[in-house]
């Protein structure tokens, strides 16, 4: 084959000639002389090579030649695998794999062919890059993409359907024929799956029941095409029922038994059956239905969309005085089941319920709903309108009484006994309010005689009759005037009338005057209206500024009724156009509301109460200070007596200047003592160096303190003559300053003045020159 090349090459030779006019310039370095010649082309074989060669290294791949004739000539080969993998001899140019390849690590190795010169490593030839190719042998085996694949069918499936697919890869050639095909067949499970040359997996058995077997776990083997010797791997493939609606539901007991009271609400639950239905939740829709026992009117059966159950629910009330007990047959079916797949022979499921309604203490149940009673009005003698009436419903039938709840308007207009006969203490008045209403309780009378805490209640409607009591009355229009001179005719006012009684669409009002000597007329309109018009014109405002017109107003009823009202109408001065241009204005009516009576009243109560309370605490006061003045003198005069400051004493001890008999007056007055002479005046005055004793002066001072903590009334005991006699037992003496003026003490208070200002008045009042300025 590389002689055919080499011919191949030296005959296109000569074309590759005709490219002298595009020659390429070559620099030689050495001898800085250019040579012109012609391009040269590589020559070498289609290089490849097998991998896995089991012959011993190295491996001749192919040669690579160049049309070169150079003795000094040299063969390298440049790239990622030169010289470590392949190397080139340098002479020949064969080239040769120092390693065994692998063809699924790398299937081509790209590298760079030179040649150069020896001598000086200059290169003879442009480098060319050639490709060694690596063929496959076929000597890997399938491999699975993934151990484990799941997969899913609904069960039930006819043969043939599509479970999933499974995949596995040969790393030989695709190109290679047979290197990469793979094969597959199912080892475990062959008998309800199988699969094809893609790896698609499909049912072979059309009955599969999720409900018997819902997960079945087979296994698959991958392996080369026939004919090829080479290995094959295995992968697990779980493959998963779905669920389809193929079962019906089934009830867990063949009977149920229900207790329930009998005043149980309407709606109410009264109880549930339980079912079992083997496919998933998602495909149960039970549906109950009676098939036995005339009960539909009265119960009804409807299933829980989460739990599947029949919950049994009254349709109306029930009485255990008219039914104690039901007893029906149900059937439970799925209306959703998918009939292809039916399981035939499975019985219908079919249950009994019994339901036993208990007595309890119902509340008495009134004959008829609502009562209703009509009256005339201000009929004095209806005392009874009727009665309602209440029955135990219960065995016992207990008796009932009647008790009145409420009552619209309230008051006591209409009273319900205890027999339960609706009396009228009181004729009604129908223009007060046209219906009352009352709320009748039924209470049952317990054996013992108290009553029972359960009731039932009626409502009784008492509608009042009219009757033509209420004369109309004129409705007062806005001021009526007229000008003073007012042509005959003029209407002054347009006048209307209300009645408090009823009002029938017939009813009509007469208008009259009460008296024709009058200037105004009457004129009736027929709409329940009249007009009040000058009679013969020109009001003299000299002799009346205002008129009072009696006016008559007459019903149609039976009797009818005639009510006098008065119009009155002012006479104003107009313009030449008949624009008022002066009126007199009108004396306003005051009138006072009760309300406003009442609070009128509350607040003359309070006044006359505060001043009751105020004159109280001035007599008690009065009395007080009398109480005082019995004493023997007057609080003043005692405190003249023993509070005088600006009176000079002739010391602590001098009894003299002050009349201490006034304190011992006190003294008896407030304890009641024996008379005594005073032990104050009988107290001399002690040398210097003896200490005199209290005596009694001490007792008296105690009871004038008792008497000033006692009586809030009296004077603070604080007088000069306590001040005067206090410390006369102390070591101390005395701490009164009332003598510190007049002291014998040689102490010189000057130093005082040192003090700072704080004490400048201090040093003042006892220093030795005192400030010429400072008063006393």
């Known amino acids: ?92 140019g064969d080239v040769y794999a120092f390693e065994r390849l692998d063809r699924e690590k790398k299937a081509e190795y790209e590298l760079t062919a030179l040649i150069i010169d020896r001598t000086n490593n200059r290169s003879l030839e442009q480098p060319s890059k050639f490709i060694i190719k690596v063929y496959d042998i076929n000597d890997n085996a399938p491999v699975f993409v993934q151990k484990v694949f799941n997969g899913s069918v609904p069960e039930m499936s006819p043969v043939g359907t599509s479970v999933t697919k499974v995949t596995a890869v040969d790393a030989d050639d695709p190109t290679v024929s047979g290197h990469a095909t793979v094969t597959y067949e199912v080892t475990t499970g062959s008998e309800y799956f199988t699969i094809d040359d893609s790896g698609v997996i499909y049912t072979k058995e059309p009955n599969l029941d999720r409900e018997t077997k819902s997960t079945y776990e087979i296994v698959v083997r991958a392996k080369d095409a026939p004919g090829f010797s080479g290995d094959s791997s295995t992968a697990t493939v779980i493959i998963t029922l779905s669920d389809i609606n193929d079962n019906f539901p089934v009830f867990k007991h063949p009977s149920f038994h229900f207790k329930v009271p009998e005043n149980i609400s309407v709606g109410g639950e009264v109880g549930r059956v339980k079912v079992e239905d083997i496919d998933e939740p998602q495909h149960r829709n039970t549906r109950y239905s009676f098939i036995q026992g005339e009960f539909r009117d009265t119960f009804d059966i409807v299933a829980n969309p989460y739990t599947n159950e029949g919950i049994i629910r009254p349709k109306k009330p029930l009485d255990f005085e008219t039914i104690s007990e039901y007893r029906f047959s149900i059937e439970a079916t799925d209306p959703t089941v998918n009939l292809r797949h039916f399981k035939p022979g499975n019985p219908r499921s079919i249950s009994t319920v019994t339901i036993q309604v208990t007595d309890v203490d119902e509340p008495p149940v009134f004959t008829r709903l609502p009562y209703e009673f009509k009256v005339r009005e201000n009929h004095a003698e209806v005392k009874t309108l009727g009665s309602v009436h209440a029955e135990d419903p219960d065995a016992a039938k207990r008796k009932i009484r009647y008790i009145q709840r409420r009552a619209s308007p309230s008051g006591d207009y209409v009273r319900v006994s205890n027999n339960g006969v609706i009396q009228l203490p009181k004729p009604l008045d129908r223009e007060f309010s046209s219906s009352y209403n009352i709320t009748v309780a039924a209470v049952e009378i317990l054996e013992d005689g108290r009553l029972s805490d359960r009731e039932s209640h009626a409502h009784v409607h008492v509608i009042v009759d009219d009757v033509n009591d209420n004369a109309p009355e004129l409705v007062s229009p806005e001021e009526p005037r007229v000008c003073e001179n007012a042509a005959p005719g003029k209407v002054i006012v347009r006048i209307s009338a209300v009645d408090k009684d009823e009002t029938s669409p017939r009813g009509f009002f007469r208008y009259s005057l009460a008296t024709e000597d009058s200037n105004f007329s009457l004129i009736e309109n027929y709409d329940n209206t009249a007009n009040i018009t000058v009679k013969y014109g020109q009001f003299n405002r000299e002799l009346a500024k205002f008129h009072y017109l009696p006016v008559l107003i007459s019903d149609n009823g039976d009797p009818d009724l005639t009510s006098t009202n008065t119009l009155l109408i002012s006479v104003c001065k107009c313009n030449e156009k008949g624009n008022f241009t002066f009126c007199e204005e009108r004396a306003k009516q005051v009138g006072v509301s009760i309300q406003a009576l009442v609070a009128i009243f509350i607040c003359i109560f309070t006044i006359i109460v505060s001043f009751a309370v105020i004159v109280l605490l001035i007599l008690l006061r009065k009395r007080h200070k009398k109480d005082l003045s019995g004493l023997g003198r007057s609080v003043a005069e005692i405190h003249e007596q023993l509070v005088t400051y600006d009176e000079e004493g002739g010391g602590e001890m001098d009894t003299t200047s002050y009349d201490v008999s006034v304190l011992n007056s006190v003294r008896k007055n407030g304890l009641k003592a024996e008379a005594a002479p005073s032990p104050y005046a009988q107290v001399q005055k002690p040398p210097e160096n003896i200490t005199p004793g209290a005596g009694g002066m001490e007792m008296m001072i105690e009871v004038k303190k008792d008497e000033a903590d006692n009586d809030r009334d009296l004077l603070p005991y604080d007088t000069l003559h306590i001040y005067g006699y206090e410390g006369a037992e102390s070591i101390a003496e005395s701490l009164s300053s009332l003598g510190s003026g007049s002291s014998d003490s040689d102490i010189d208070y000057d130093f005082l003045n040192d003090w700072g200002p704080r004490f400048k008045m201090l040093a003042e009042l006892y220093g030795s020159e005192p400030s010429e300025d400072f008063v006393y």
């Open 1 to 92: 084959m590389s002689h055919l090349i080499l011919l191949f090459s030296l005959f296109l030779a000569p074309a590759f000639a005709d490219r002298g006019s595009q020659k390429s310039t070559q620099s030689l370095c050495s001898n800085d002389v250019s040579h012109k010649r012609q391009k040269r082309d590589w020559i070498w074989n289609q290089m490849h090579i097998k991998e896995e060669i089991d012959t011993p290294l190295p491996h001749h791949v192919g040669k690579i030649t160049s049309s070169v004739r150079n003795n000094n000539a040299k063969y390298i080969i440049k790239g990622e695998y030169a010289n470590t993998i392949f190397k080139v001899e340098e002479t020949s």
